[in-house]
């Protein structure tokens, strides 16, 4: 009987490590896209301080134009990916819980 509860007990400790990895991997890929975004978002100032420097040009005003309304995209899309993958923390984070509190 002692063997089936070690191996059981072995078994969630190996679960537990690999939900803990899995955690460990969200967690890295958030700060990533939220690095990804924050640089999107400096980008883009930095394009609208050149407009307005350059509005001269209007071809010129014209790609900074087409370059932030991409970075724009790009921003809202890693936005979005940052609200999916906290979605997913969280419930990873409540799997952990509810492990732990089963031992």
Not at 37 to 44: D, F, G, I, K, L
Not at 60 to 66: P, Q, S, T, Y
Not at 68 to 91: I, T, W
Request: hydrophobic share 35%; glycine share 8%; no cysteine.
């Amino acid at each position: 009987m002692s063997n089936l509860e070690d191996s059981g007990g072995k078994t969630e400790k190996a679960a537990l490590r690999e939900l803990e990895r899995a955690v460990a991997g969200a967690l890295e890929r958030l700060r990533s896209l939220r690095a990804r975004a924050e640089e999107a978002e400096a980008r883009e100032r930095d394009l609208q301080e050149l407009l307005r420097r350059f509005t001269g040009d209007p071809e010129e005003a014209g790609r900074l134009l087409g370059r932030m309304r991409a970075l724009q995209a790009e921003n809202a899309d890693l936005r979005q990916r940052l609200d999916r993958g906290r979605e997913g923390v969280e419930r990873i984070l409540a799997r952990l819980r509810f492990l732990e509190e089963q031992r």
